[in-house]
């Protein structure tokens, strides 16, 4: 739904780069079969490492093929075979997109709201595909979101309010269905990366919130105002802090023979999503190339 979980693929081996691309397209195979064609267009980085995470706290065995698809009609590609935690990740994103959808028709003005209400009726079958299977799911995110969304109307000057009630929705999809050590495991992991992924969020979208006029936790924070330079490094640092304290559960998995799980969640953790902060907060670019310049200068023979 965010999509800044993802890998760092300069630093993955080749293998877990394929590995990682399989279970991406078996998560999208997945939701096509569990909640419909159209639940397909909500695949997400954040969704495919969830289901890693729980792949590798369970005993669901990862199985391979190659195949074609709607997006890749000409070449056979890897895929990860449809098993019970893929299919857990597609109910469970569909249920988190229905809460999207409903918040921005609420929330949102303009464009986003029609765009919003134009898909509330796929939206809302593929929420109901997964209410025949996790109702109780269901409740827990739509309590959680409610909560977040009267916390949000608050319009308070705190940035860990709303982020813990964020990093509790995603606390309960992470640990559904696990029962004693790995449940708190997998709960405190939830808990984490949700806080992240909301502190991320928030200080990606500032300035076009303030510009809007809609809530951000950090335009409260600063009275009104989007953080300066030096704000953004010290927002970056706090998601460090955020992570470090995710990886000291993500170090009690126990990944058995899965070293390809490991190598991509490590990646993830550990290179992907740092970089991503220093991204937000301004301390590092991503180079995008100019189409007109790279044209240009291969009409001059310098490239």
Not at 166 to 178: D, K, M, N, Q, W
Not at 280 to 292: D, P, Q, S, W
């Amino acid at each position: 739904m965010f999509g800044y979980v993802k890998t760092y693929t300069p630093e993955l081996r080749v293998r877990e780069d394929e590995y990682y691309r399989a279970v991406y397209c078996g998560l999208c195979r997945a939701e096509g079969k569990c909640t419909g064609q159209c639940s397909r267009f909500t695949l997400s980085y954040d969704m495919t490492f969830l289901a890693l995470v729980r792949m590798a706290a369970s005993d669901t065995q990862v199985e391979f093929k190659r195949g074609r698809c709607i997006a890749h009609p000409f070449k056979k590609r890897a895929y990860a075979v449809r098993n019970p935690e893929l299919d857990y990740c597609a109910y469970a994103s569909a249920l988190l997109v229905w809460g999207k959808c409903r918040d921005d028709i609420s929330d949102e003005r303009g464009a986003k709201r029609l765009k919003a209400s134009l898909a509330r009726p796929f939206v809302s079958h593929m929420r109901k595909k997964s209410l025949k299977k996790y109702a109780d799911l269901d409740e827990k995110i739509t309590e959680g979101l409610k909560r977040l969304a009267e916390t949000e109307a608050k319009r308070l000057p705190s940035v860990d309010i709303p982020a813990d009630c964020f990093g509790e929705i995603l606390a309960e999809i992470c640990s559904y269905g696990h029962d004693g050590a790995t449940k708190k495991l997998l709960y405190d992991i939830g808990r984490h990366i949700g806080r992240w992924v909301y502190i991320a969020d928030a200080i990606d979208d500032c300035e076009e919130d303030m510009e809007k006029g809609r809530f951000n936790p950090f335009v409260c924070l600063y009275g009104g105002r989007v953080p300066t330079p030096e704000e953004r490094r010290s927002v970056a640092d706090s998601l460090r802090l955020e992570l470090s304290r995710a990886e000291l559960a993500f170090d009690l998995l126990e990944y058995g023979d899965k070293r390809d799980i490991r190598g991509i969640i490590e990646n993830i953790v550990y290179i992907g999503m740092p970089r991503t902060a220093d991204r937000l907060a301004g301390v590092i670019t991503e180079c995008k190339t100019n189409k007109k310049t790279k044209k240009k200068t291969k009409k001059n023979g310098k490239a």
